[in-house]
């Protein structure tokens, strides 16, 4: 079992990052929408969607979503939310999609990267672009390579309900680790995560050799140009081409 199928099925991951500001979220979403000018009732895909908080409000503004996530618990509790507008389903990201050509995919909040082999990340961008309609967007929301090295920060603590989780980060050749390690009930916990520090020219390179053009990068949420050396986020807006 690979790190991320583990941590992101436990409930301390959610727990962890209960805190993500659902009010950024709905604005981006919502700001992302209106610039793509997407149709009443255009079909999307969440991949990667986790508990659902982005496929429910994607719901909201009136589009035909599919929420996608390799968590079985994630989309055993995103079922809840389901109508005739709304599913989710278990999926692995780099395997095809089955289902209907949509209008976009939204890959958000760094959940991609997560892969050891370079043929990995293509599938997914080979996924992505197979179900696409032709002219359909790939969004994909990732970190800022070179604003991470600027940026790290070393150690951290951060307290959820009464577990205080220690942090710590470190940047080894082309990713960067996080260490979460906890104590709960007299148990040890630790835990990591690993994501590739993938460069504007490597995602470029992955979107063109499987038929995407870069239309746009935005910086951060409020889809602020993008600045290599201060933006937070390297948020990339890909379309398949005709």
């Not at 760094?110 to 969004?139: A, H, M, R, W």
Request: with cysteine.
């Amino acid at each position: 079992m690979e790190w991320f199928e583990s941590w992101f099925d436990t409930p301390y991951y959610h727990l962890l990052y209960n805190n993500r500001d659902y009010t950024e979220a709905e604005s981006f979403i919502t700001k992302l929408t209106e610039d793509l000018q997407l149709a009443p009732s255009s079909k999307i895909i969440d991949l990667a969607c986790g508990k659902g908080r982005h496929s429910v409000f994607l719901n909201k503004l009136g589009y035909d979503v599919l929420g996608l996530d390799l968590s079985r618990q994630s989309i055993e509790f995103d079922k809840q939310f389901e109508n005739e507008t709304l599913l989710f389903e278990v999926h692995d990201m780099r395997n095809p999609i089955d289902a209907d050509p949509v209008d976009a995919v939204f890959n958000l909040f760094t959940s991609f990267g997560y892969f050891d082999n370079d043929k990995d990340d293509k599938n997914v961008f080979q996924s992505v672009y197979n179900i696409l309609k032709p002219e359909g967007y790939f969004v994909l929301d990732y970190l800022n390579e070179e604003y991470v090295r600027n940026t790290l920060v070393p150690e951290e603590t951060a307290e959820r309900e009464n577990l205080i989780f220690h942090i710590s980060r470190r940047i080894e050749g082309r990713h960067i680790i996080k260490d979460i390690k906890f104590e709960e009930n007299g148990n040890l916990y630790n835990f990591f995560e690993k994501v590739k520090l993938h460069t504007l020219e490597a995602i470029n390179s992955y979107a063109t050799e499987c038929g995407f053009e870069r239309i746009k990068i935005w910086g951060n949420y409020q889809l602020d140009q993008f600045n290599r050396e201060t933006s937070p986020r390297c948020i990339n807006l890909f379309k398949k081409k005709a």
